[in-house]
């Protein structure tokens, strides 16, 4: 699902330990399945935490979880 205007927020947008709530996932149908096996699923909150130098990857908290994320994933999450 994708979402018109400047306006939409992604994970990538977060700022350290900033708390967004995912909306929907804009990624091909496998890398979306595992993601959501993850916890990466509508509705849920995901915190953005420390970062490789350079900023990327990223890991981020979810369901208890921390995952490593690159930017061209998290830019494909959409918040709420």
């Known amino acids: 699902m994708q979402l018109s205007g400047n306006s939409a927020r ?3 947008d977060l700022a ?3 708390t967004g709530v995912l909306l929907s996932l804009d990624l091909e149908p496998a890398l979306a399945d595992r993601l959501m096996l993850l916890g990466f699923l509508p509705g849920e909150s995901v915190e953005a935490a420390q970062s490789a130098p350079g900023g990327d ?3 981020y908290r979810v369901d208890g979880t921390e995952i490593a994320l690159r930017r061209e994933t998290a830019l494909r999450l959409m918040l709420k």
Do not use: D
């Open 57 to 59: 990857p990223r890991v």
């Open 16 to 18: 350290h330990h900033e």
């Open 10 to 12: 992604t994970v990538a």
